[in-house]
């Protein structure tokens, strides 16, 4: 996928963070009882499994942070698909910057690189549909913006950032609202023109009168592929679908079948498995 890369102003901080956490009130006490502060290393980062790539630049922003001396050349950059031993970068210079900034590097290399693989595999499960797969709010708190760059990656699509995104009402907002007609009608009041509406339903009826106050988006709630079907041809275009609830790459097929515009999945930024991924001696 040919995503945009984040800006270095926003990988930094969190890298920063991380690093600080790992370092503690001592520093690494290890490499540096250990490793001469003059030796030097050539290293490389290499997957041990397939997958996709995802948090290359948040890697080497920890080695260079450590060390501004340390270098790296890109063999692989994010999106690329990765075989098992395919070398993803080379990372060159000061031994104990590199050995202190390991962890770090990989623990956001591995983690992004999970949340990319786990996306792909729902996208290419559902290829040849309108379908698209996207994440939702279920992420690391400080690290959303991280993770939903690796869906992005990946090969799907966002969705809200934030609560101020857009209106997305639930069955709880319905409850407190005193029904579905009293909270579309309060969200309308409330936002600016520019601003979408998203209604959750969980059934047909609910659909029915969702469709009746024209919101913007619905949300199919936990549907079987034939009822996402009877949703899809009720709302016939007036409004975009998303289905959500139990979506694996073993189900997804079937649901992206139904006709249904979004596959929403919260697992690939909260359950999502890191991609293992080593940093090894070169030589």
Same mark, same amino acid.
């Given at each position: ?17 991380? &690093?600080?956490?790992?370092? !503690?009130? %001592? ?5 540096? $009882?250990?490793?001469? +502060?003059?030796? /030097? =290393? ?66 956001? &290399?591995?983690?992004?690189? !999970?949340? %990319? ?5 729902? $996208?290419?499960?559902? +290829?040849?549909? /309108? =379908? ?66 998203? &209604? ?16 913007? +988006? ?66």
């Amino acid at each position: 996928m040919n995503v945009p890369p984040l800006p270095a102003i926003m990988i930094e901080p969190a890298v920063r963070a991380a &690093l600080l956490e790992d370092l !503690g009130r %001592a520093g690494d006490i290890t490499t540096d $009882a250990l490793v001469p +502060a003059d030796a /030097r =290393a050539e290293t490389a980062l290499v997957a041990r499994q397939p997958g996709v790539v995802a948090g290359v630049d948040f890697a080497l922003t920890a080695f260079r942070l450590m060390d501004p001396v340390i270098t790296a050349a890109v063999d692989r950059p994010d999106g690329t698909r990765l075989a098992p031993g395919d070398r993803i970068a080379t990372i060159s210079g000061p031994a104990r910057g590199i050995l202190t900034a390991e962890r770090t590097a990989l623990n956001f &290399l591995c983690h992004l690189s !999970g949340i %990319a693989s786990a996306t792909r595999g729902i $996208a290419d499960a559902i +290829a040849g549909t /309108r =379908a698209q797969v996207c994440c939702t709010r279920k992420t690391m708190p400080g690290l959303r913006f991280a993770q939903k760059y690796a869906v992005r990656v990946g090969g799907g699509s966002n969705h809200r950032f934030g609560l101020d995104d857009a209106v997305l009402i639930k069955d709880n907002h319905v409850a407190i609202a005193g029904g579905v007609r009293e909270a579309v009608s309060r969200a309308r009041a409330h936002v600016g023109h520019l601003v979408k509406i998203e &209604l959750e339903v969980d059934t047909l009826e609910q659909l029915a009168e969702a469709l009746q106050l024209r919101v913007d +988006a619905v949300l199919l709630d936990n549907m079987g592929p034939e009822v996402l079907r009877q949703a899809v041809a009720m709302v016939d275009g007036r409004a975009i679908t998303e289905a959500s609830g139990r979506i694996r790459p073993d189900t997804a097929p079937a649901i992206a079948a139904s006709g249904v515009d979004l596959l929403s999945v919260g697992w690939l930024t909260h359950s999502a498995t890191v991609l293992d991924i080593g940093l090894d001696f070169v030589g």
